[in-house]
């Protein structure tokens, strides 16, 4: 037998109120792609966080070829090799690649030879990059080469990569898989994390599931279904979303030829965008990320002004109304980062149920909050999502992405909305909770409620949209049934070559 490249003996760690990790044990060897599944709050993020020297083990031991590894910080991962990929981006818009690539070395080079070698790695690797372009301007995908092309640099024994795939488009994830097989048939390991069982298929050796902190097993991906693989990371039968039949109603959310510059300096303005849903209807918005889809959600929430009636609810214009006017009459929005946007990190679940629940849910009297009936809210959230928490008490920031994920839409669904706006509604969830939430968005069609639902997950829109749209720079394409519609009539929508099915540009 080979020595392993990294083996995990035993690793445990407790948080208060949870066991984030109960004796983990498992081997990743050279030059192997191996997968970390698990259902939200399993304790992949944990886990992954104490390989690269982000949270101290409890209990239990690593060895690095053969020798013990318990690196104190990431510095010290990163000089034995070990390299990592964030789900979410760390770099600074207003800064070119080289700078922010400089940032994360700890004895960059000069700026002209850093950009030389950011250009051959980049090229050798099938990414390339210009080191003087501004992040800023870079789309989603190209951020995430400035990520991996920053960790290529240490030229690591190891990778770690956390959904790397969740902004990117179809063809961007061939281009990545591609760079890592290429890395893979040079002895670097990789150890990867995602929900998208069927690219694990395609990609991993083998993967090992961990279920409430513990591993419960380990396949080869490409002799096991992603049913499979969903229901051993679950323990259960996964159950699929089921659509009934409805007809639509009177059109409750409309939107007339309208245009808004954006808030941000590196944001996409909204170039002429017309839009209908009717009462009972699922309108699904694809299109890759940075195209305007944070200003939709801004425009349809009312937390951009417009003109009175260039948004129309139900007839009434309400371009001029912001969140809490909206949320009164009956339209909530979900919109895409969780933390600091959709809730408070540092406030309790209890307090973030309040947020936005208060007007609809009456959890307050003459300016006193009802904190009784605050809680009891929040606990119907945790429940009815299973939302993993030892209770409504804890911090939003304490709660795995996936799970704080699940209260965010948890939250706006059981206020009952006439018209719901979610911006990625399952973004970073495992594939028993997104059934779960897609499930939810199409039973709250059922009951007569209009849904705008903006994803860069084109399985997640085919499944539960009745009409699809595709955002491109700002503009809006007319909406087609979403039935017949093949991947690569999407594909063209989505990279802007709508030709004439582009509305009224």
């Excluded at 980049?122 to 995430?144: C, F, H, I, K, N």
């Excluded at 801004?298 to 969140?323: F, H, N, Y």
């Excluded at 990625?424 to 209009?450: E, N």
């Excluded at 007319?478 to 582009?502: F, K, N, S």
């Amino acid at each position: 037998m080979t020595t392993p490249l990294l083996s995990l003996q035993g690793l445990t760690k407790a948080y208060p109120g949870v066991v984030a990790n109960d004796n983990v044990s498992f081997d990743i060897g050279e030059g192997e792609v191996h997968a970390l599944l698990g259902e939200n709050g399993a304790g992949k993020s944990t886990l992954v966080k104490m390989i690269y020297g982000l949270v101290k083990p409890d209990s239990g031991r690593m060895l690095l070829r053969g020798q013990p590894f318990a690196p104190p910080e990431p510095r010290a991962a990163r000089a034995d090799g070990i390299a990592m990929v964030f789900q979410h981006f760390s770099l600074f818009d207003a800064l070119n690649v080289a700078e922010n690539i400089a940032l994360g070395m700890e004895d960059p080079p000069p700026m002209g030879s850093l950009a030389s070698r950011i250009r051959e790695v980049s090229e050798t690797y099938g990414l390339p990059l210009d080191p003087y372009r501004t992040v800023g301007d870079l789309s989603a995908g190209e951020r995430q080469r400035v990520e991996i092309i920053r960790c290529l640099l240490q030229d690591p024994k190891l990778l770690i990569m956390d959904e790397p795939t969740s902004v990117l488009t179809p063809q961007e994830v061939e281009i990545l898989f591609e760079t890592l097989k290429k890395l893979r048939s040079e002895g670097t390991s990789i150890l990867y994390i995602s929900h998208k069982l069927e690219e694990i298929r395609t990609l991993c050796d083998h993967a090992t599931i961990l279920r409430l902190g513990k591993n419960v097993g380990e396949c080869v991906p490409a002799e096991t279904s992603a049913r499979d693989m969903a229901e051993l990371m679950v323990g259960s039968a996964l159950q699929t979303p089921e659509r009934a039949s409805r007809a639509f109603g009177e059109v409750a959310l409309d939107i007339i030829g309208l245009s808004v510059p954006s808030p941000t300096e590196f944001g996409t303005s909204l170039r002429n965008v017309h839009l209908t849903v009717r009462k009972g209807e699922v309108l699904g918005i694809g299109g890759v990320a940075g195209n305007g889809q944070d200003e939709l959600l801004g425009v349809l929430s009312g937390e951009i002004l417009t003109e009175a009636d260039a948004v129309k609810m139900a007839g009434q214009p309400v371009g001029r109304l912001g969140p809490t006017a909206r949320r009164r009459l009956g339209l909530l929005s979900a919109p895409e980062e969780r933390l600091g946007h959709a809730a408070a990190p540092d406030m309790s679940l209890t307090e973030n149920a309040l947020l936005t629940g208060s007007v609809r849910e009456n959890l307050e009297n003459r300016g006193f909050l009802k904190w009784a009936e605050a809680r009891s809210f929040a606990e119907r959230i945790i429940e009815a999502f299973d939302v993993r928490t030892p209770g409504p008490e804890n911090a939003a920031r304490s709660l795995s992405g996936g799970n704080l994920q699940k209260f965010v839409i948890g939250r706006e669904v059981l206020q009952n909305p006439e018209v719901l706006v979610v911006n990625q509604p399952t973004w970073g969830v495992d594939a028993a909770a997104a059934a779960a939430i897609r499930q939810a968005i199409l039973d709250l069609a059922s009951k007569g409620a209009a849904v705008v639902c903006i994803s860069q997950d084109l399985d997640e829109l085919m499944e539960i949209s009745d009409s699809f749209a595709a955002l491109n720079e700002g503009r809006l394409s007319t909406p087609r049934p979403t039935a017949g519609l093949t991947v690569e009539e999407i594909g063209l929508m989505l990279g802007g070559a709508h030709g004439m099915e582009v509305a009224h540009v």
